[in-house]
C-alpha cells in the first residue's frame, strides 16, 4: 500500500439510511473503497475507510456535511502465523505509538498486509524499522 494512502473516521448519525446517504455522495465523487468497516458501538455509529480518491473523499464528506479525521496509513507486512499481531503491538508499545486503527488490506499465500493508523505515523515507523 502506498505511503500516501489515508484512514478516514467518521461518526454516522444512528438512524436509517444514514450510511446509505454518505455511500451515495461517495459514489457521486467517484470514490470507492480499498479498505473500511462500519459499526455501531453502544449508540454510535463509527465508520473508518480508506478511500481511492483522498482529495475526493474530502470532497464527498464536506458534500455530506459530515465531520471526519484523516490520518496516514503506515503498511507492514507481515507472517500470518499465532503470535505476529502480539509482536506487532509490542513494538509499538514500547515505541509509545498509539493505534487508531488496524487494516487487514490483502493476503498472500503466508503473508498478510496490515495497514496502521496511529497517533503519529513517523514514530510508527521507527518503531517497526
Known amino acids: 500500500m502506498p505511503n500516501h494512502s489515508r484512514d478516514f473516521a467518521i461518526e454516522l448519525k444512528p438512524r436509517p439510511g444514514e450510511l446509505a446517504r454518505v455511500a451515495s455522495m461517495l459514489a457521486r465523487h467517484h470514490v470507492t473503497l480499498k479498505a473500511g468497516v ?3 458501538v453502544g449508540p454510535r455509529f463509527l465508520a473508518r475507510f480508506v478511500p ?3 482529495e475526493g473523499a474530502r470532497r464527498a464528506l ?3 456535511n459530515v465531520r471526519f479525521e484523516e490520518r496516514e496509513i503506515v503498511p507492514v507486512l507481515v ?3 499465532a503470535g ?3 509482536m506487532l503491538s509490542t513494538r509499538l508499545a514500547d515505541g509509545g505509538v498509539a493505534v487508531r486503527a488496524l487494516y487487514i488490506t490483502s493476503t498472500a499465500g503466508n503473508l498478510v498486509e496490515l495497514a496502521i493508523v496511529a ?3 513517523e514514530k510508527t ?4 524499522a
Not at 125 to 128: Q, T
Open 84 to 86: 505476529e499481531l502480539a
Open 119 to 121: 497517533d503519529n505515523a
Open 38 to 40: 462500519a459499526m455501531a
Open 62 to 64: 464536506d458534500a455530506a
Open 125 to 128: 515507523r521507527r518503531a517497526l
Open 52 to 54: 481511492s480518491d483522498v
Open 79 to 81: 507472517e500470518s502465523r
